[in-house]
C-alpha cells in the first residue's frame, strides 16, 4: 500500500496552476463568483474525489489525491496568476483574421 | 443563455477539468492517459465557452499561451524520446527515472510512481501528451469560433 506519492500530485498542481492562472472573471461579463463560490467549488470538488476514490495500489488516501491537487492548483493559480491573464483570445483572432 | 446555466457551467467545467487532470496522472494504471485526459480538461473549456461566448468566458487562453502550451508538450514529448536513444538505443526506451544510478534517491523518490509497475516514463509521456491533446482541441474550437465569415459583395469585402 503506497500512502503518499510527491511526483503525481506536484504534477496534477501544475497542470491545475496553467490552468487556473488563466482563469479570470472580468465586471462586464456580470459573473458574480466570489471567494465563497470558489470555497463551496473546492468543498464540491474534495466530495467527488472521496467519491471517486483513490487509484490502484495508492490506497493509502481515500480520496483520489490528482482530483484534489488539481482544484487546489487552479484555485490557487486563480487567486495568484489569475489577474495577469489577459482578453487576448479576441483580440489575436481578430488581428490575424482566422 | 439562461441564469441556471451561468451559474452552474463555471463550476462545472472546473471539476470536469480536474477530472481530466486526475485521468492523465492516473493513465498507466487505470483505463485514461494523455489523450483522454487533455480531451475532458478541452471539453470543459469548451463547455464554458459555448455557455458564455469567446468574448465572456471566464476561462481565457490566448493564442500565444495555447501555443506554448502545444510546443511545450511535442518538444518534452521528443527530447523524452531522444533520452531513450541516446541512453539505450532505442527511441523512447523507458529509462525509469534512475539513469544509470545517477539520480539521487531523495529526487528518484519525487520522480517515482511507487507501484509496483513502476512506469518510468510513461506518466510523463501522458502529461505531455495531454498538454498536447489539450492545446490542439482548444484551438480549434477557439479558431473555429473566432471565424469570421467574409463575402465578396460587388468588388469590396464584407463580414458577417
Known sequence: MVYFYAGPTILGFILGLILGSRVRIYPESKLNFTLGSFIAILLAASIIAYLEGPFPYYTGLPLAPGFISGILGIIIGKVTLGRFAKDEHMKSNERDHI | ?160
Open chain 2, 1 to 160: 443563455m439562461s441564469t441556471i446555466l451561468k451559474i452552474f457551467v463555471f463550476p462545472a467545467a472546473l471539476i470536469i477539468m480536474c477530472l481530466g487532470i486526475d485521468t492523465i496522472l492516473g493513465g498507466h494504471i487505470t483505463p485514461g492517459g494523455g489523450f483522454q485526459g487533455g480531451a475532458i480538461i478541452a471539453g470543459g473549456f469548451i463547455f464554458c465557452v459555448m455557455v458564455y461566448g469567446l468574448k465572456d468566458t471566464p476561462i481565457r487562453f490566448s493564442k500565444e499561451f495555447i501555443v506554448g502550451l502545444e510546443s511545450a508538450g511535442a518538444l518534452i514529448y521528443v527530447f523524452l524520446g531522444l533520452a531513450g536513444l541516446i541512453f539505450s538505443g532505442y527511441y523512447l526506451y523507458n529509462l525509469g527515472v534512475d539513469i544509470y544510478h545517477i539520480i539521487p534517491p531523495f529526487i528518484k523518490n519525487i520522480f517515482d510512481y511507487p507501484d509496483p509497475l513502476h512506469a518510468g516514463i510513461i506518466p510523463y509521456l501522458n502529461f505531455v501528451v495531454g498538454l498536447e491533446v489539450f492545446g490542439s482541441l482548444t484551438a480549434v474550437v477557439i479558431a473555429f469560433l473566432g471565424f469570421k465569415k467574409e463575402i465578396v459583395v460587388d468588388g469590396e469585402d464584407e463580414e458577417i
